[in-house]
């Protein structure tokens, strides 16, 4: 009686481990997205607008331009001493 109980619990187990790995497995094939990317400008995309405004508040603050002048001192300074 005992083992058949464990037996019939074993089962059930396996089966829904068979059913997860299958259903696991049919997520995993391609399935065509249609037209979803075909309109997609990566020159107009959201990650690049971001870029693009953080590259021009980071060139044009004022830290941006000592951290410049400080590098072109440090090349003065290297090329003085040669």
Do not use: W
């Not at 990566?42 to 607008?49: I, Q, T, V």
């Amino acid at each position: 009686m005992l083992i058949s109980l464990v037996l019939c619990c074993f089962l059930q187990m396996a089966n829904r481990e068979i059913t997860k790995l299958t259903r696991d497995v049919s997520r995993l094939k391609f399935s065509n997205p249609g037209r979803f990317m075909e309109d997609f400008d990566p020159e107009r995309s959201g990650r690049e607008m971001r870029k693009v405004h953080r590259r021009f508040y980071r060139e044009s603050s004022v830290g941006f331009f000592l951290y410049i002048a400080l590098l072109s001192f440090k090349k003065l300074c290297i090329l003085f001493h040669k």
